[in-house]
């Protein structure tokens, strides 16, 4: 959301990550700050497992681990905004 510290999240996002013992330490995980959407700031998380056959279920645990993590932070994930576009 607007008003959330870019740096802790992007540093949030890393972390777990990182912590996550399928993800590989190198290449290292890393987050970019993406821009500015309608109501949030925009991020990206990538990283890399050698479990290729799991890694869905991997990216599902990393992203559940972080919405975790944020929520903890007292990060707030704002809704998504649809606009009918339509009337």
């Given at each position: 959301a607007y008003g959330t510290d870019p740096?802790?999240?992007?540093e949030t996002l890393a972390s777990?990550?990182?912590a996550h013992t399928k993800v590989l330490d190198y290449p290292a995980p890393y987050s970019l700050?993406?821009?500015?959407?309608n109501?949030?700031?925009?991020?990206?998380?990538?990283?890399w497992?050698?479990?290729?056959?799991?890694?869905?279920?991997i990216?599902?645990?990393v992203t559940?681990?972080?919405e975790k993590a944020l929520r903890?932070?007292?990060?707030?994930?704002?809704?998504?905004?649809?606009?009918?576009k339509a009337k």
């Open positions: 740096v802790q999240v992007q777990v990550a990182k700050f993406k821009g500015f959407g109501s949030s700031l925009d991020f990206v998380v990538r990283f497992t050698s479990d290729f056959n799991n890694w869905i279920y990216a599902s645990e559940v681990g972080i903890e932070a007292g990060i707030t994930i704002p809704p998504i905004l649809n606009y009918d």
